[in-house]
């Protein structure tokens, strides 16, 4: 079993960046695919980005490729989402989710664990 923990949401105005850090803790890291989620009121919960074991793999949604990259650092059991040219659009709860091998996929059904979440706000 493996624990997540969201941080670095927040408010910003629309244009800037946010980096989100999904710090784990648990069972072998490097065993896990992650992958990050959004919720915005009133919708379904969204993917957004997914990255392989090793972070060679990563995977996008349409709604955000060329503005987040998804990372991660294993030896520190963190995976990042750098966003930058942000819109209201993004605006959002974001999780980070974790799966016990396979691929960066980015169907929120194949992964088992998941933060609290982490609010992100993009004022126009």
């Known amino acids: 079993q493996v624990q997540l923990v969201e941080s670095g949401g927040g408010l910003v105005q629309a244009g800037g960046s946010l980096r989100l850090s999904c710090a784990a803790s648990?069972?072998?890291?490097?065993?896990?695919?992650v992958a990050w989620f959004r919720q915005a009121p009133g919708k379904e919960r969204d993917s957004v980005a997914a990255?392989?074991?090793?972070?060679?793999?990563?995977n996008y949604a349409d709604s955000v490729k060329g503005r987040f990259t998804i990372s991660r650092e294993n030896a520190k059991n963190t995976v990042y989402l750098q966003m930058n040219s942000l819109i209201p659009e993004d605006t959002a709860v974001y999780y980070c989710?974790?799966?016990?091998?396979?691929?960066?996929?980015?169907?929120?059904?194949?992964?088992?664990?998941w933060g609290q979440g982490t609010q992100v706000t993009v004022s126009s």
């Open positions: 989710a974790a799966r016990f091998l396979g691929g960066a996929e980015v169907n929120q059904d194949k992964y088992d664990y």
């Open positions: 648990g069972r072998t890291f490097s065993n896990y695919v």
């Open positions: 990255i392989s074991r090793s972070g060679s793999n990563t």
